[in-house]
């Protein structure tokens, strides 16, 4: 059974850092494909990062891409999302979501919230 778990959220000032993690199990990292996904209240999900478990295949939200940093640890199976020089609309409850291609099967983490105060 694969299971998702994030950490690393929490309540930052403006122009801060944090570090999500997304620890994967259940079945092979290396095959993996993982993705950061955020939600902020009254908006729709939106995606923010991905990569492969392999540490390749890495796309960003191209407004996130020169703040935002996603990397893999295949000796950990954990994905990072490095989020520097936080802004308040950052604000959000971040997902990480995962995939085992070719299976269309994706799996989702409970989420972790991260508050950046105006």
């Known amino acids: 059974q694969v299971q998702l778990v994030e950490s690393g959220g929490g309540l930052v000032q403006a122009g801060g850092s944090l570090r999500l993690s997304c620890a994967v199990s259940g079945r092979t990292f290396k095959t993996s494909v993982t993705a950061w996904f955020r939600q902020a209240p009254g908006k729709d999900r939106e995606f923010v990062a991905q990569?492969?478990?392999?540490?390749?295949?890495?796309w960003y939200a191209t407004s996130l891409k020169d703040r935002f940093t996603i990397s893999a640890d295949n000796a950990k199976n954990t994905v990072y999302l490095q989020m520097n020089s936080l802004k308040p609309e950052d604000t959000a409850v971040y997902y990480c979501?995962?995939?085992?291609?070719?299976?269309?099967?994706?799996?989702w983490g409970q989420g972790t919230q991260v508050t950046v105060p105006q």
């Open positions: 979501n995962t995939n085992f291609p070719p299976s269309p099967d994706a799996y």
């Open positions: 990569i492969n478990g392999s540490g390749g295949d890495i």
